[in-house]
């Protein structure tokens, strides 16, 4: 599609680039409150990943946005949105997302990297191990909201998204179009 359909994503408010982390969503706060006080508002992002609890905390901000002021956000991803990037890509609805040309998605189960040791009174090696098993099972509900966030009023049902995710699901952007993981490619 031509620029002349989308004229705002030509210049985005708010351009993310790199690690989703604590310095990205500093700039992203401090972009969002220079942001005009009305009208519609585009963020571009372009990441490999990052901390997808960041990814989710700026997620939230767009959300009491959205519904505290009523304002129109738009998403525009960038080259590839990686991991955390489709975790932040997810707090937009299906018709508020956009792709430039030959981006790519990247979408995988949430990582972890855990040493569990079983060392000490026999109690205590219990709770060690049941805290351990309800960290994993809360992020993989944690995990669950955001994928079905990431497929609402999408052709990807959720059960698809879950087959696919173990193994980093590549998604090209013409491709997402297709899916309805994103309005429109430009």
Known sequence: MSMTRYPLLA???????????QAMYTTFR????????????????????GDPEVARTMADDIRLLTEHDGREILF?????VYSAGATLMSAFPVERRFLT???RLMIHE???????????????CVASIK?????????ILIEEEGFRDL???SRVDFDTLREKAPSNWYI?????????LVLDVI
């Open 172 to 180: 090209e952007a013409e491709e997402a179009r297709d899916l309805g």
């Open 101 to 103: 040309r030959h981006t």
């Open 11 to 21: 210049r985005p408010h708010i351009r993310l680039s790199g690690t989703v982390d």
């Open 131 to 139: 805290a351990a098993l309800h960290e994993i099972e809360h992020s």
């Open 110 to 124: 949430r990582l972890i990297q855990k040493q569990l040791d079983i060392n000490g009174p026999l109690r205590m």
């Open 30 to 49: 401090e972009a969002l409150d220079t942001c005009p006080g009305e009208g519609t508002i585009v963020i571009a992002l372009t990441t490999l990943g």
């Open 151 to 153: 497929v609402k009023g």
């Open 76 to 80: 525009l991803g960038k080259v590839a």
